[in-house]
């Protein structure tokens, strides 16, 4: 009858224990594995990270530098309705697609208003699944990257239960807007120019499509930093 050594047995758990590793994430990524058609959005926005300009790298480096001592990312300018929301299911969404597991988006803002229904329309052409979600206060979504995975969309001024120690605070505010919140907590910037004035005519679906891609392209090339970051640390 045979018998393990304990530098045998040693030796056999180092084997064992990155193959266990790989399975568990194996199965994990697998039960929120995106949609095809929103893989392939995002495959194609990674391939983009060279159209992002040399100033928003610097900030989005910063930011990934800073979320690696964090567990969540919280968005906010002055309503949650637009930027924000797209920010936070992006943030979110690339998240997962570099297997960060343990990391957060949420995005609020000074004050409550419905999600704008452009929004959600720029997620669905993206490769999103989405439901209506509608209370007393305002009209938001639940958003699915696939069917094993839901990302709650709506207005809202507050964080609830979040460990705020735990948080990441990142103001969009373009020129000439403000945030409260932001005001009052230390924050980065990293603004976004809102296409509000472009509702109401035949540009808005051009212009939100921009955005959400500009959106996409950045996120996804935030959550890669913070990858390799993860990596060279363990």
């Keep these: 009858m045979g018998y393990y050594t304990q530098g045998s047995f040693n030796a056999m758990k180092k084997l064992l224990l990155p193959l266990l590793l790989l399975s568990l994430q194996a199965v994990y990524s697998q039960q ?12 194609n926005s990674v391939n983009e ?28 300018c002055q309503t949650n309705s637009r930027r924000t929301v797209l920010l936070q299911t992006w943030a979110q ?31 669905r052409e993206s490769g999103f699944y989405y439901n209506d979600l509608s209370n007393s206060d305002s009209k938001g979504y639940i958003v699915y990257i696939s069917q094993w995975y839901e990302n709650i969309i709506v207005s809202k001024n507050n964080l609830g ?43 808005e679906p051009e212009k939100y499509a921009e955005l959400n891609k500009q959106i996409s392209i950045e996120m996804l090339y935030l959550a890669s930093k913070m990858h390799e970051l993860v990596s060279k640390s363990k």
């Design 161 to 203: 239960t979040i460990d705020t120690a735990k948080v990441l605070v990142v103001s969009i505010c373009f020129s000439g807007e403000r945030s409260s919140i932001a005001e009052t907590t230390s924050h980065l910037d990293l603004p976004y120019k809102s296409p509000k004035e472009f509702e109401n005519t035949v540009r």
């Design 32 to 43: 929120i594995s995106l949609n095809k058609e929103l893989d392939q959005f995002c495959k």
């Design 93 to 123: 969404t690339s998240f997962y697609y570099f297997g960060l597991w343990d990391k957060s988006a949420f995005s609020i803002g000074d004050t409550v208003t419905d999600v704008y229904p452009e929004v959600v329309n720029v997620l």
């Design 49 to 76: 990270f060279h159209t992002i300009p040399g100033e928003r790298k610097k900030i989005l480096d910063d930011i990934a530098v800073q979320m690696a001592k964090k567990k969540h990312i919280l968005f906010t």
